[in-house]
Antibody, heavy 117, light 110 residues
Framework: EVQLVESGGDLVQPGRSLRLSCAAS????????MHWVRQAPGKGLEWISS????????DYADSVKGRFTISRDNAKKSLYLQMNSLRAEDTAFYYC??????????WGQGTLVTVSS | QSALTQPASVSGSPGQSITISCTGT?????????VSWYQQHPGKAPKLLIF???DRPSGVSNRFSGSKSGNTASLTISGLQAEDEADYYC??????????FGSGTKVTVL
């Protein structure tokens, strides 16, 4: 079964850091670009970052550029998101997602990040 | 990186057809045929319905179809069913290798 499982979501104070992880299974992880997409509670989807198959291309939304870093470990079939200088507006469910033909065909269940003092 | 524009809500009766629009610019929807559509039920992860403007993944009902004209993409749901009540989002590849989602449309089956 193709599956993505996120972990690492937590309640964190503004200005602090957090690292999200995503474990992939059921597909050839190293063969696909991957994304992080977030959704604030009750709001719409927001693409925030993507990484290509060999980590040679990293892209970010303006809202997180310079604060968030995407990475992957193909040997461990894992995707990561390092989030620094967190703000209240970063509060959201964070989805790990697999790329397919410029779209996203597989989504994780999401992990909740809450930024609050 | 402004969100693509979708109507906040669309409704229809069972069996009817509805169309959801998704308007962007030449830097995203109008510039590339990399438009996708997603369905999201409350508390669930999104599900891919359409990719590359028109294509359906295996397992997705042919009641869902996509199209594009200029800077506007559209999703049509034909033969509307109760289970189609959900939120729908478009997404486009944008210049500088980024993606942009639409603002989302709540579909209500009357």
């Amino acid at each position: 079964e193709v599956q993505l499982v996120e972990s690492g979501g937590d309640l964190v104070q503004p200005g602090r850091s957090l690292r999200l992880s995503c474990a992939a299974s059921g597909f050839t992880f190293e063969g696909y670009a991957m994304h992080w997409v977030r959704q604030a509670p009750g709001k719409g989807l927001e693409w925030i970052s993507s990484i290509n198959e060999n980590s040679g291309s990293l892209d970010y939304a303006d809202s997180v550029k310079g604060r968030f870093t995407i990475s992957r470990d193909n040997a461990k079939k894992s995707l990561y998101l390092q989030m620094n200088s967190l703000r209240a507006e970063d509060t959201a469910f964070y989805y790990c997602a697999k790329d397919k033909a410029w779209a996203i065909d597989i989504w994780g269940q999401g992990t909740l990040v809450t930024v609050s003092s | 990186q402004s969100a693509l524009t979708q109507p906040a809500s669309v409704s229809g009766s069972p069996g009817q057809s509805i169309t959801i629009s998704c308007t962007g610019t030449m830097r995203d929807v109008g510039g590339y045929d990399h438009v996708s559509w997603y369905q999201q039920h409350p508390g669930k992860a999104p599900k891919l319905l359409i990719f590359e403007v028109y294509d359906r993944p295996s397992g997705v009902s042919n009641r869902f179809s996509g199209s594009k004209s200029g800077n506007t993409a559209s999703l049509t749901i034909s033969g509307l069913q109760a289970e189609d009540e959900a939120d729908y989002y478009c997404c486009s590849y944008a210049s500088t290798n980024t993606r942009v989602f639409g603002s989302g449309t709540k579909v209500t089956v009357l």
